[in-house]
């Protein structure tokens, strides 16, 4: 069975950083992962994916040049680099997987998600 989990959210000052990791467990090989985001009383919106071999991402233009996503597939694990935090930004994050190798920014296509950890940007 495969499962996601989030860590290393929490409260930070505007101007900021954190880094998001996904760790993935579970019989998958070659899928491409996903961050979105979800805010209170907001639908849920892409930020970054990345594919398999870590060599195409996709950024929600909201957050390019601020955020960069990478992985360590020996490690199963996706990190999401966020810098010069926004208030906007507090949301709950979440990864999701995909079979194949390609990155998306269309959250239809994810097939496993993670629970999200909580990411608070105060001004």
């Known amino acids: 069975q495969v499962r996601l989990v989030e860590s290393g959210g929490g409260l930070v000052q505007a101007g900021g950083s954190l880094r998001l990791s996904c760790a993935v467990s579970?019989?998958?090989?070659?899928?491409?992962t996903g961050w979105f985001r979800q805010a209170p009383g907001k639908e849920r919106e892409f930020v970054a994916s990345?594919?398999?071999?870590?060599?195409?991402?996709k950024y929600a233009d909201s957050v390019k040049g601020r955020f960069t996503i990478s992985r360590d597939n020996a490690k199963n694990t996706v990190h999401l680099q966020m810098n010069s935090l926004k208030p906007e930004d507090t949301a709950v994050y979440s990864c999701?997987?995909?079979?194949?190798?390609?990155?998306?920014?269309?959250?239809?296509?994810?097939?496993?998600w993670g629970q999200g950890t909580q990411v608070t940007v105060a001004s």
């Open positions: 999701a997987t995909k079979r194949g190798a390609s990155a998306s920014d269309y959250y239809g296509v994810y097939d496993y």
């Open positions: 579970g019989r998958m090989f070659n899928y491409a």
């Open positions: 990345i594919s398999w071999g870590g060599d195409n991402t």
